[in-house]
């Protein structure tokens, strides 16, 4: 039996076809009500418009996850070239996030670039549910785009009380500029890889050595207790290799060594100026270099890697937000695929809010 329709539906003023305005109904069609104009004797059903906007966005939605265009062609039962111009509809338009911002405290932020360095992805994730909240396509991670950002989200009502980063300087500074009482606390993961970086993978000296092992036990430091020891020993190997870091304080970078070298007449080196056995001891090796860098490290990053022993919101790494730019990766289109670059970034957008509400509505498992 056909469900009856409800008798305080809405009553079109006009036909579609001729603008009459002489109308009556005219049974049903697939449960909706149909109407016949009595002037042109057509029938037709009244569509909304905002119920078939809502659809249409469902379908892009489900191009943005993944479906391709054949696949929403076959299940929605439109043309491929309907699907397109659907598609390209919400490209077209402005990405609108929706999204309270007041109620997330606790961040992590990182930047990807896309398409070698041309363009970067900087995004904004809560560190309590791993939820991207905020993203945005600049020229690059540097404070000149990411302040204006930040000014603008702060009007729409973020206050966060931390921030976790990889360590750059120019984005520490951006936060403290908008949010001076902001919290900053570095990556334990960004600090391990630098180190590991500069120390060489294997080490190729014995303060390297030392250094790499103390290292390898930072991401794993939850307890005060921990945190002591790890000092203790980093203060223990500064000790034990005093006598190498003075060596290397004494020695010359290449550049201050070319500039106290004296030439004669014939731009020959002067022999009694220069010996080259004694005076390659002299200069510093890029191995030296980025040894002085990787113990200097520790002590530069030390006042913000130990924030979130002290409020267990805050996250030690940027862990969460890198793995999230692996899932971007993988969006339909990310390799530049048949789109501009400005439907690309529109793309890449959308995919971030619409992650952002998938996880939103998701309601939790009942136990």
């Not at 003023?13 to 305005?21: A, D, I, V």
């Not at 039962?77 to 405290?105: C, H, M, P, Q």
């Not at 302040?147 to 702060?154: A, D, T």
Request: hydrophobic share 30%; aromatic share 12%.
């Amino acid at each position: 039996m056909k469900k009856s329709i409800k008798s305080n539906q809405k009553r079109p003023k006009r036909c579609p076809s001729c603008n009459g305005n002489k109308i009556h109904k005219h049974g049903l069609s697939n449960n909706k009500m149909r109407w016949k104009c009595t002037s042109c004797n057509k029938t037709f059903v009244r569509k909304r418009k905002d119920q078939r906007d809502k659809q249409r966005f469902k379908i892009f939605l489900k191009w943005v996850d993944g479906f391709t265009i054949d696949d929403l062609s076959k299940i929605h039962y439109k043309s491929e070239a309907t699907i397109k111009r659907i598609i390209y509809y919400f490209l077209r338009k402005d990405v609108t996030w929706g999204v309270d911002l007041n109620k997330y405290k606790y961040l992590v932020f990182d930047g990807k670039y896309l398409f070698g360095r041309e363009y970067c992805l900087i995004t904004l994730l809560d560190a309590m549910t791993n939820i991207p909240i905020a993203a945005k396509i600049v020229k690059s991670e540097s404070r000149k785009y990411i302040e204006p950002w930040l000014r603008q989200l702060k009007k729409d009502g973020l206050e966060p009380i931390s921030v976790t980063t990889d360590g750059k300087p120019t984005v520490i500074k951006a936060f403290k500029m908008v949010y001076p009482n902001i919290i900053t606390q570095r990556c334990l993961v960004h600090i391990q890889r630098q180190i590991k970086s500069w120390v060489r993978i294997p080490p190729k000296t014995e303060p390297g050595k030392d250094l790499s092992l103390l290292i390898n036990k930072l991401p794993y430091i939850n307890t005060i207790k921990q945190k002591s020891l790890f000092i203790q020993e980093y203060n223990g190997l500064i000790s034990k290799h005093k006598n190498y870091f003075i060596d290397l304080s004494k020695k010359l970078t290449i550049n201050n060594y070319r500039d106290n070298i004296q030439y004669n007449k014939d731009f020959k080196f002067n022999k009694e100026v220069y010996d080259p056995i004694k005076d390659a001891l002299r200069i510093k090796t890029s191995t030296e270099k980025d040894l002085d860098k990787a113990y200097k490290l520790v002590k530069t990053a030390y006042s913000e890697m130990f924030h979130y022993l002290r409020d267990k919101n805050i996250a030690k790494t940027t862990n969460s937000i890198e793995g999230y730019f692996k899932k971007i990766q993988k969006i339909k289109g990310f390799d530049h695929c048949g789109l501009v670059e400005e439907h690309l970034f529109k793309l890449i957008e959308y995919k971030v809010v619409y992650d952002f509400n998938k996880k939103v509505s998701k309601k939790p498992n009942k136990k």
